[in-house]
């Protein structure tokens, strides 16, 4: 049975899912969640994720909500993109935690409010903490890049699609890649494992493009 | 062996870890970090976490860093406070998920802001902001609490012991009990759990009571 993953383009979060699916050959469909529209705060949405957020997963019966389940399930079901003892395992989710907390958390809330918040309602001294925040979170990836090519194991892994999920987007959000030259490459030897595509080339857009 | 976990008082992350030791009947013992004297950003720490954070646990030749990843290790270890079938260990990792992106990761931030950044730097717009969004994550627990005793299973799991890190503090950042009912109640049943502690009866404080 194909896999349904509730989701929108602009959704890093929703990203992680997507490709982790993709990577791991997972067969999925996209139902389009018309976000900027209020879509994931209808009753009937907070029925599948009381959290009222994308992603949410459906396998059949099964109902995922939170990008980093819904990756670590995926591994689960194929062997493919996880860490491969419990030291390997734990290292993996790590990262993830990290990348929840310190960096997409961050990235997306900023990315949020940089470029569809209205105009009025932006806060310099909000986004300017938020970019302090996310810069000292990518120092300590770019520090733990240096001289490996992953973020958790010898091998890409759900880790990796984690962290990068909100840096491969163009709208401006303070990040700038030359800055940090180990996640550049990182972000690099993502785009080039053979299936990699871009956010807006797996999920629909809520927005239309600029 | 003792486990050891490097930790303060102050850190609801470290609460996270030593609280669930703590209710496992795990042996432990704290060392202590003294972070506001700038204990976690010193060469020798960051060799030991490269995030720079609490806290860190010390079992054997096992170094692990992040509350979530410890948590997860100390309910293998035990069996206790975990999720007990696939679908219950992946309803507890999604409100762990949650918890670091959306609860924890929003009031630690303003808690600090709030308490611990000297006057001067204190920004009421980037702490009304914080306090905007916590208190979103908070309504979201509050609504899911109705009628059920815990967050995740039947049962006091790691899921609640994360989200409620940083809501035993008595410092002002903006949560008022009262402003969330279930919310209130079910931070009386966790503690009226056995072997309960405030953090500061867990973990010595890096700052002086006020």
């Known amino acids: 049975m194909t896999i349904k993953l ?6 890093g979060n929703a990203y992680k899912a997507a490709l982790t699916m993709t ?5 999925w469909e996209p139902v389009f969640v018309d976000f900027f529209n209020g879509a994931s705060r209808t009753p009937e949405f907070r029925k599948l ?3 009222g957020e994308v992603p949410v997963m459906v396998d059949g019966d099964l109902v995922i909500s939170q990008s980093a389940v819904i990756q670590d399930y995926i591994t689960s079901k194929t062997s493919k993109l996880g860490g491969k003892s419990a ?5 993996v989710l790590r990262w993830m935690f990290f990348d929840n907390h310190k960096v997409s958390g961050v990235a997306g809330t ?6 569809y918040l209205p105009e009025a309602k932006r806060s310099k001294e909000v986004n300017d903490f938020l970019l302090m ?27 990796d699609i984690a962290c990068c999920g909100y840096l491969f987007y163009t709208e ?37 493009a600029a």
């Open 110 to 115: 900023l990315r949020f409010n940089m470029n």
């Open 172 to 208: 401006p959000f303070g990040f700038d890649r030359k800055e940090f030259p180990n996640i550049d490459a990182w972000l690099d030897r993502i785009a080039a494992t053979p299936g990699w595509k871009h956010p807006y080339d797996l999920m629909q857009r809520s927005l239309p």
């Open 23 to 27: 990577l791991a050959d997972v067969e």
């Open 133 to 159: 925040r996310l810069k000292s979170a990518l120092k300590i990836m770019d520090a733990h890049l240096a001289g490996r090519e992953w973020l958790a194991t010898e091998e890409l892994t759900i880790a």
């Open 49 to 51: 994720n009381i959290m």
């Open 87 to 91: 030291d390997q395992r734990r290292e």
């Open 6 to 11: 509730h989701c929108f383009g602009e959704s």
